[in-house]
Nanobody, 115 residues
Framework: QVQLVESGGGLVQPGGSLRLSCAVS????????MAWYRQAPGKQRELVAG???????NYVDSVKGRFTISKDNAKNTVSLQMNSLKVEDTAVYYC?????????WGQGTQVTVSS
């Protein structure tokens, strides 16, 4: 079992930055893949960024060069640094953990980009 708690969402103007954090209830070394997803109103949930246990990362094309996923193995946290935010980044952001065939989700945190 893995518990995930997101924090750091909020309201920001276009061009601004936010940092999301996901607190994980167990060692990141025991988790195969950590990722951030997002879901905007009326749209499907999509993968934003992910990081493997070995540290390899991947990003959806729309956030490449603006978002950075990182993990702190000592603190069991995974972060998403979001820069140059756009209105279209507005969504609920979810932390996800994959352990073998099991998948765990956090409760989500709202990110709103608006002037």
């Amino acid at each position: 079992q893995v518990q995930l708690v997101e924090s750091g969402g909020g309201l920001v103007q276009p061009g601004g930055s936010l940092r999301l954090s996901c607190a994980v209830s167990r060692s990141l070394f025991s988790i195969d893949y950590m990722a951030w997803y997002r879901q905007a109103p009326g749209k499907q949930r999509e993968l934003v960024a992910g990081v493997t246990v070995g540290g390899s990362t991947n990003y959806v094309d729309s956030v490449k060069g603006r978002f950075t996923i990182s993990k702190d193995n000592a603190k069991n946290t995974v972060s998403l640094q979001m820069n140059s935010l756009k209105v279209e980044d507005t969504a609920v952001y979810y932390c996800r953990a994959a352990v073998g065939s099991y998948v765990y989700w956090g409760q989500g945190t709202q990110v709103t980009v608006s002037s």
